[in-house]
């Protein structure tokens, strides 16, 4: 910083690297063709690939084959003047061979004369898990069926750990859980 407070030029730059590089959202360049010609560093935590891996690469190589119309379709139409890509969320293949949903913002971006689609995408499991939980419950499942699914979503078994939810009403003290005991989740009536 300068004297007056002001953010110095070098640290202009060192602040922009430090968003990109660091921000847990994977951020791509793609030209309107599908070529990545940029991947941020968060390449590896959302997908399992090195950004070098990405780069020089079709964006539809990693795509679902169900979802590569749409996308061919989104890419083509980004070509048009004042048309903005949007938000959409794709399926996109993990280097662990997984299928993972990714929600994807994307905007015009520019690299000097270059027209290119920023893509800014981070892990779309929550989305997926939100729409699962309000179509168990708008198909008449009970609560403890649609807070199951709460539980499974939070990936407990990755990290080892258990997880209860618990609620009261005027049927008295519930839980569901992931293998916690009421005594330890708050479902077992005591005040």
Not at 93 to 115: F, I, K, N, Q, S
Not at 130 to 157: F, H, I, Y
Not at 167 to 185: C, K, R
Request: net charge negative; glycine share 10%; proline share 4%.
């Amino acid at each position: 910083m300068g004297e007056d407070g002001a953010v110095t030029e070098t640290s202009v730059t060192d602040l922009y690297r430090s968003l990109v590089d660091d921000s847990p959202l994977m951020l791509l360049a793609i030209r309107p063709d599908g070529t990545i010609v940029f991947a941020s560093e968060a390449a590896r935590s959302v997908v399992g690939r090195q950004k070098t891996d990405l780069v020089g690469t079709n964006v539809v190589d990693y795509l679902h084959p169900d979802d590569v119309e749409r996308a061919v379709y989104q890419l083509s139409v980004s070509e048009g003047p004042g048309l903005t890509p949007g938000i959409t969320r794709f399926r996109v293949a993990h280097a662990d061979g997984t299928w993972l949903p990714l929600e994807v913002h994307a905007a015009y971006v520019g690299a000097g004369e270059e027209r290119l689609i920023g893509v800014y995408a981070r892990n779309g499991l929550h989305q997926v898990f939100l729409e699962d939980v309000m179509a168990l419950l708008l198909n008449g499942a009970s609560r403890a069926e649609a807070l199951t699914t709460v539980c499974d979503v939070v990936q407990w078994s990755d990290v080892g750990s258990q997880i209860a939810i618990s609620w009261a009403d005027e049927a008295g003290d519930h839980q569901v859980s992931t293998g916690l005991p009421a005594t330890l989740g708050g479902g077992d009536q005591v005040p």
